[in-house]
């Protein structure tokens, strides 16, 4: 598999993030406040909420469940720090946003 189309660069403006599918898999793009455009898993490994319903500030993402907290930039956990999530490889060509989902699978946590 190669790299997947995923969105409009326009779609998806800075500081806002938003779920989308990519061949049966949800992934979750960010488009970070300094302007880096990211792809994560879109649950949290903690018990698989939607990560699209969290709360982004800055780079730091808070899961509304538990308040599991992430940085988008990295995928590493900030609160607990034994966890992560899983970052899929991104390139973004003129004003489409594409996606690699091979060889990267979701990650979970659950304690």
Not at 73 to 100: M, S
Request: net charge negative.
């Amino acid at each position: 598999m190669a790299f997947q189309r995923a969105c409009a660069l326009d779609d998806l403006w800075q500081g806002e993030m938003q779920v989308i599918e990519i061949n049966g898999t949800e992934v979750l793009l960010v488009h970070t406040d300094e302007g880096q455009v990211v792809a994560t898993q879109a649950v949290c490994p903690h018990q698989e909420v939607c990560l699209g319903d969290g709360d982004l500030k800055g780079n730091t993402l808070t899961c509304r469940q538990h308040l599991w907290q992430f940085d988008v930039t990295t995928g590493k956990g900030l609160n607990p720090t034994h966890a992560e999530l899983a970052i899929y490889p991104i390139k973004v060509e003129g004003d489409v946003v594409y996606v690699e989902l091979e060889g990267v699978e979701p990650k979970y946590a659950h304690s």
